[in-house]
């Protein structure tokens, strides 16, 4: 299996993982996710919230804590 660090994340096998955006003073992160069925963006907030967002199909997939 293909392992690669990346400049700003790594490849492992069919998926490639990397920070897009960050904002140290804010304390978030931004971080993307891509195979070759899918690409998705991963939100991660100061207090650990996370939202998901399939950049394909433009759904969001939603905690269970959330529903």
């Known amino acids: 299996m293909n392992y690669q660090e990346t400049k ?5 096998g069919a998926a490639k993982i990397e920070r897009k ?3 140290d003073q ?3 992160v931004c ?5 070759p069925k899918s ?3 991963v939100h991660v907030t ?3 919230k996370v939202r998901i967002h399939d950049q394909i ?6 905690p269970s ?3």
Request: a negative charge; glycine letters at 16%; hydrophobic letters at 30%.
């Open 31 to 35: 971080l993307g996710i891509e195979t």
């Open 57 to 62: 199909t433009g759904r969001e997939f939603l």
């Open 26 to 28: 804010k304390g978030w």
């Open 39 to 41: 690409i998705l963006s």
């Open 8 to 12: 700003y994340g790594f490849e492992y």
């Open 21 to 23: 955006c960050s904002d």
């Open 46 to 48: 100061k207090t650990g």
């Open 65 to 67: 804590s959330t529903i």
